[in-house]
């Protein structure tokens, strides 16, 4: 992890308490005192797909070799008032089993217009090599679905 030495952050501390950091610690302690700020990964993942009167469309498929982490994802359905009932999911594997973080319920003979978006903080660990997908539970449709998703990966050995 990188640090950063800052003795602006010490010369603040000093203000709120009105004192000397010396008067805490010694002189040789207080240089080797080092603020720690966390840094977040970059998302370096983000993918789209859609589907229209379609059951599944798979956005991603997450790499064999490396974690990925959810940090977003929208869930969007638009139907007529001649689809049926229908249920939109998004779907992911964690430990083992499948999740639907997002859920859309829609009643038949029903006209429905929603978005669902969700940061997940902190994100959330996908399954390695498995798929992260929308779906649709409407056999009778005239419907469209979009999903998207953000997230990281990284490399760590096992």
Do not use: C, W
Not at 66 to 74: G, H, I, P, Q, R
Request: charged share 15%; no cysteine; aromatic share 6%.
């Amino acid at each position: 992890m990188t640090r950063h030495y800052n003795p602006s952050i010490v010369q603040h501390a000093n203000r709120i308490l009105a004192s000397k950091g010396g008067d805490f610690l010694s002189d040789e302690v207080m240089p080797n005192i080092q603020p720690v700020i966390p840094i977040s990964p970059v998302a370096n993942i983000s993918r789209g797909s859609g589907m229209t009167n379609a059951l599944t469309s798979a956005l991603f498929t997450t790499p064999a070799d490396k974690d990925f982490y959810l940090t977003s994802a929208v869930l969007s359905v638009s139907k007529d008032v001649t689809s049926t009932a229908v249920a939109i999911d998004f779907r992911v594997v964690i430990d083992g089993a499948s999740q639907t973080p997002i859920r859309i319920s829609g009643i038949t003979l029903t006209p429905l217009q929603a978005t669902v978006p969700l940061v997940f903080n902190p994100p959330i660990k996908i399954d390695r090599n498995t798929a992260i997908s929308i779906n649709a539970n409407t056999a009778v449709a005239n419907i469209r679905v979009d999903g998207s998703l953000t997230g990281y990966t990284e490399e760590v050995t096992r």
